[in-house]
């Protein structure tokens, strides 16, 4: 069972990217899936979720708009397409799966991606 997070990399404010969560060893279909990022010394925090059977998304203030979450079950993967990004998106960004609905407590999300980083920089 493994969850993987990839996508990042370096990109100019402005700019876009699209991260990929992927399971391997499970259905990703089964679960709600949610994005949690965390910048250099801050915590953690929530940035966007899909539930897991009707598709219903949940956005933090901060990127409402210009992020934009979605599954593609045939692939077993969840994506998180930033566009217009900020140099305080500047960040890990983590998935993990939740066995029942989006939650914004991570201590109820079972089974977490290693973690792609996420640079915007001009």
């Known amino acids: 069972v493994q969850l993987q997070a990839y996508g990042g990399g370096l990109v100019q404010p402005g700019g876009s990217l699209r991260l990929s969560c992927e399971a391997s060893g499970f259905t990703l279909d089964n679960y709600a899936i949610a994005w949690f990022r965390q910048a250099p010394g801050k915590e953690r925090e929530g940035v966007s979720c899909?539930?897991?059977?009707?598709?219903?998304?949940y956005y933090a203030d901060s990127v409402k708009g210009r992020f934009t979450i979605s599954r593609d079950n045939a692939k077993n993967t969840v994506y998180l397409q930033m566009n217009s990004l900020k140099p305080e998106d500047t960040a890990v960004y983590y998935c993990a799966t939740h066995q029942t609905r989006c939650s914004g407590l991570e201590d109820e999300y079972d089974y977490w991606g290693q973690g792609t980083q996420v640079t915007v920089s001009s």
């Open positions: 899909i539930s897991r059977s009707d598709g219903i998304t």
